[in-house]
Antibody
Framework: EVQLVESGGGLVQPGGSLRLSCEAS????????MSWVRQAPGKGLEWVSA????????YHADSVKGRFTISRDNSKNTLYLQMNSLRAEDTAVYYC??????????????WGQGTLVTVSS | DIQMTQSPSSLSASVGDRVTITCRAS??????LAWFQQKPGKVPKLLVY???TLQSGVPSRFSGSGSGTDFTLTISSLQPEDVAVYYC?????????FGPGTKVDIK
């Protein structure tokens, strides 16, 4: 059974940093591209970042480029999102999602339960 | 970047009705299109990928069609458990943009 468990969310002040983690199990982690998607309170889904199965190819939305970095440790079956220079508009539930294939041009078929990030003073 | 639009933004239909949601890409994306269902307070769930392939376990009343720029999600007979927001997403390349969503309610 595919399981994705996010952690690391919480309350942070504007300008602060957080690192989100997503522990994966139930599938071949290195064989799957991974992605982060967020949802602000009462809003729609916004794609944030994605990376390929070997981590060589990474992509970020313009809204987070230069501030967020996606990475993975395939030896630990864990996906990360390093978030710096946080803004109020980054407040959202952050979901990690698993790709059907190792490359990022793939559908993301399983999602974790999400972790809430609140940016506020 | 390619923009994704959906119509309508919301709809209300009776149980048993046929419901159609449209998603349009501002440029062609071949069939790199997925549909997700998000019930209130729940995690988004994949319904359809490659524009028309039903994800395993999804009821057969859901179907997807289209290619290029115009796509459709159809619920052949609306059920009370289908109350949700439906999103399309392109995945032909970054950015992997979602549509704004279509809220489906029971009349």
């Amino acid at each position: 059974e595919v399981q994705l468990v996010e952690s690391g969310g919480g309350l942070v002040q504007p300008g602060g940093s957080l690192r989100l983690s997503c522990e994966a199990s139930g599938f071949t982690f290195s064989g799957s591209a991974m992605s982060w998607v967020r949802q602000a309170p009462g809003k729609g889904l916004e794609w944030v970042s994605a990376l390929s199965g070997n981590g060589a190819n990474t992509y970020h939305a313009d809204s987070v480029k230069g501030r967020f970095t996606i990475s993975r440790d395939n030896s630990k079956n864990t996906l990360y999102l390093q978030m710096n220079s946080l803004r109020a508009e980054d407040t959202a539930v952050y979901y990690c999602a698993k790709g059907r294939s190792w490359h990022t041009n793939t559908v993301f078929d399983y999602w974790g339960q999400g972790t809430l990030v609140t940016v506020s003073s | 970047d390619i923009q994704m639009t959906q119509s309508p933004s919301s709809l209300s239909a009776s149980v048993g009705d046929r419901v159609t949601i449209t998603c349009r890409a501002s440029q062609g994306i071949n069939n790199y299109l997925a549909w997700f269902q998000q019930k209130p307070g729940k995690v988004p769930k994949l319904l359809v990928y490659a524009a028309s392939t039903l994800q395993s376990g999804v009821p057969s009343r859901f179907s997807g069609s289209g290619s290029g720029t115009d796509f459709t999600l159809t619920i052949s007979s609306l059920q009370p458990e289908d109350v949700a927001v439906y999103y399309c997403q392109k995945y032909d390349g970054a950015p992997f943009t979602f549509g704004p969503g279509t809220k489906v309610d029971i009349k």
